[in-house]
């Protein structure tokens, strides 16, 4: 969004208009100045920054920033969707061609295994915009490929296992609540989840997976950010980002049911519309923190 010169028999929208665009620029100065904590030859600065509160305005500034990040430099946020699409459509056509699910176990294994990286390498574009860095691919891949010896797979790996623990407490879910039922194919037989134990299973179940998705999300919406821009532990990145959402929990589960929401609203024409919705969550979620970060410094 463009910032517009303004006369004195200017429409009132247009005002408004140009005072978003005046906020927003104004945003993006404040993070370029509060959030240099790395400088250009790679070094971090130590320890959590302060993290000032965060308000429902940033939320919608963070997506603005997102969408101008992905205009300004669309070549990076089209190929890292890119892997998530082809993904997608691979172990689709796995489980249709094979008649086997175990494919989308793989795939959600996979999935948070790569993801944290590839969040990461729309972070280091949206930070090389901030700053006027050189960007290239042989840079961006370079950082991404420089984390794999870093905090993040201890952080991949933790999210593994929380899936992996959710896939088991499912099974036992349903063993509880169909475990006696009528032997059945549950993939062609629906008629089963329509049972007055099969309603309470997905009630339970559907109760018990937000509450995992839940908390992988209060443990990795800051902490991912926080480990690109700072040099500090994983484990002091999670309990930050933890303690983060529990103290503002309004705002930023408003901010989780947007993302949710536009990835969701993203994959159901085919994953495609993950080629859009993917990088600009990524760099919202970048200038989500940087804001965040600002405030504690102001």
């Known amino acids: 969004m463009s910032e517009e010169s303004t006369f004195g028999g200017e429409a009132p929208n247009t005002q408004n208009t140009a005072t978003q665009s005046t906020a927003t620029q104004s945003i993006a100065i404040e993070e370029t100045k509060l959030s240099a904590a790395r400088s250009a030859n790679g070094e971090r600065e130590h320890g959590a920054p302060p993290l000032g509160a965060v308000r429902f305005a940033m939320l919608g500034a963070a997506l603005r920033l997102g969408l101008r990040d992905f205009v300004?430099?669309?070549?990076?946020?089209?190929g890292f969707a890119l892997f998530y699409v082809l993904g997608g459509w691979a172990m689709v056509w796995l489980t249709l061609a094979s008649g086997q699910s175990y494919w989308l176990t793989f795939a959600a294994i996979g999935f948070p295994l790569l993801g944290p990286f590839a969040a990461v390498g729309l972070y280091e574009v949206s930070l090389r915009?901030?700053?006027?860095?050189e960007m290239n691919w042989p840079l961006i891949a370079g950082v991404?490929?420089?984390?794999?010896?870093?905090?993040?797979?201890?952080?991949?790996?933790?999210?593994?296992?929380?899936?992996?623990f959710w896939f088991f407490l499912g099974h036992m879910i349903f063993a509880?609540?169909?475990?006696?039922?009528?032997?059945?194919?549950?993939?062609?037989s629906l008629e089963v989840?329509?049972?007055?134990?099969?309603?309470m299973m997905l009630g339970f179940g559907s109760v018990v997976g937000f509450l995992f998705a839940l908390l992988l999300y209060m443990i990795t919406v800051l902490s991912l950010?926080?480990?690109?821009?700072?040099?500090?532990?994983?484990?002091?990145?999670?309990?930050?980002s933890f303690q983060y959402v529990q103290s503002h929990f309004l705002v930023m589960l408003i901010w989780a049911g947007m993302v949710a929401g536009l990835t969701f609203a993203a994959m159901i024409p085919g994953f495609l519309g993950l080629f859009v919705i993917f990088p600009v969550v990524g760099h919202a979620s970048w200038h989500l923190y940087a804001q965040i970060k600002a405030a504690g410094a102001a």
């Open 72 to 78: 300004k430099k669309p070549v990076y946020g089209l």
């Open 129 to 133: 915009l901030e700053r006027g860095w």
């Open 144 to 164: 991404v490929m420089r984390q794999s010896k870093r905090q993040l797979p201890s952080i991949c790996a933790v999210i593994i296992i929380v899936f992996l």
């Open 176 to 188: 509880l609540f169909l475990g006696l039922s009528v032997m059945t194919n549950v993939s062609s």
């Open 193 to 199: 989840y329509f049972t007055a134990n099969g309603m």
């Open 225 to 240: 950010p926080l480990l690109l821009d700072r040099e500090l532990d994983f484990v002091t990145a999670m309990i930050t």
